[in-house]
């Protein structure tokens, strides 16, 4: 779990910005909620971070360490999850970016784990309406070009919670943090329109909606590598120009 945190010292962080015509900054941001009896509460804050890191390992980026605890609602209803607010989420981030700021670093990269964050993308509206440089990390077009070149079978409609992809990701990046259960555990609901009234209850006893038992190691690794191509076009977007 060490990699969660990044190692850099300051002396780390002023000698990659000097190599760089502007210091990109790439805070991961998960969350605390059920992801059914064999993911872990911190999923979304995994997956983030194997991102971010894959990220790290390939463009000279300030990698930051992860926000753990975010919107997440929506799970409210089984033990274990933790909320903050969207208000207080979109402050935190705020506060962040503008933190990196007084230290020269102007362009900031949100990389989110959890779907239901979706105060995220005000926040980076509002910022590049300012003339800030914020970019949101990845998009669902990232993901679908992601999935395709992973052999993820089921469709990003279905693959809401818990399913092939997150089981697929861990497998990869975390396997020791997965129970037993996953490969019994698919549960389909792609029928979900009065989500934000009745929350996941409304939809899933297990608290699972996907197909996480197509879940593999390789279909992870195959995630991470495309989402870190994919990056790419962000990168030279937060770098480019005045």
Known sequence: MSDLVPADTTEDVRMRGAGVSRQVAVLPVGSF????PYLPLATDTLVACAVAR?????YPVHLLPPVTISCSHEHAAWPGTVSISAVTLHAVVRDIAASLRRSEVDALVVVNGHGGNYVLGNVVQEASARGER??????PEDWEAARLRAGVVTSLLTDMHAGEIETSVL???????????YETSDFVADDRRHLLTLGMSGYTDSGVIGRPSLGSAEKGKELLASLTESFGTYFSMMTSGA
Request: hydrophobic share 45%.
């Open 33 to 36: 909620e059920q992801h059914g």
């Open 54 to 58: 894959e990220i790290a390992g390939a």
């Open 134 to 139: 914020m970019a949101l990390f990845p998009a």
């Open 171 to 181: 497998l990869h990046a975390h396997p020791e943090m997965l129970r037993p259960g």
